[in-house]
């Protein structure tokens, strides 16, 4: 309750939008992996593994391009860290999906106009970063929404429950966004993975500005 006797206002996301970001994720990963470097820019686990092994001298690998798609990635999360701070998770979530949906479209016009490979995966890694800051701040159990080895972790080691169904749904949003992506991007190029990824950031921003807003907001005036 808050000082007014009325309920709590949530402070975190719906899982169901982490979700969205979740599938966004598997995407775009898929888009740069497949379609534009051989370097993650969700996934940081993942691409910290490409840097050294590039470093060891392995072939299809460039540690300047991981090298890239790391920093930029702490440089969206830089900003959206200092973007978000002070206010509730769920106060920016939509302003910060909205910011993460304008970073990937930018990538995809550079990428349609012929543009460098490296500025899509920087745009990229930068949009990534963004969403990591604002996930970050949620804290949602289960659900980070980039990487899934804590989540199937938790679904092999810990007793079934209700967290249960959310690293579940982690695991399959995430391979599914991967998959999706993948088909895309090996017929058609990385072009229209990273236009899904722009439609549904658009619809979890959207749903961002919906769940921030007071309840009884919409019964306003009536």
Do not use: Y
């Not at 440089?75 to 970073?103: D, I, K």
């Not at 800051?133 to 990487?147: Q, S």
């Amino acid at each position: 309750m808050d000082g007014d006797g009325r309920p709590a206002e949530p402070v975190v996301p719906p899982p169901l939008l982490l979700l969205g970001l979740t599938f966004v994720s598997g995407l775009v990963d898929a888009a740069v992996f497949l379609g534009l470097e051989r370097v993650f820019v969700a996934n940081m686990t993942g691409n910290t593994a490409f840097l050294a092994f590039a470093l060891a001298g392995a072939d299809g690998l460039s540690a300047g391009a991981s090298l890239l798609a790391l920093g930029a990635f702490a440089g969206g999360a830089v900003a959206g860290g200092a973007l978000r701070r002070g206010r509730t998770a769920r106060r920016v979530f939509g302003p910060l999906v909205s910011v993460q949906a304008l970073l990937v479209a930018a990538a995809l016009a550079v990428w349609a106009a012929g543009g460098p490979r490296a500025v899509p995966v920087a745009l990229l890694g930068l949009a990534m970063g963004v969403q990591n800051a604002v996930v970050h701040r949620a804290a949602v159990p289960d659900l980070p929404t980039t990487v899934v080895t804590r989540a199937l972790a938790g679904l092999a080691a810990d007793p079934w429950g209700r967290g249960s169904l959310r690293r579940l749904g982690s695991v399959a949003v995430l391979f599914g966004g991967a998959l999706a992506g993948a088909a895309a991007t090996l017929h058609r190029g990385p072009g229209p993975a990273l236009a899904a990824a722009v439609a549904v950031l658009l619809c979890v921003a959207a749903g961002g500005f919906l769940a921030a807003r007071p309840a009884g907001a919409g019964r306003a005036g009536r």
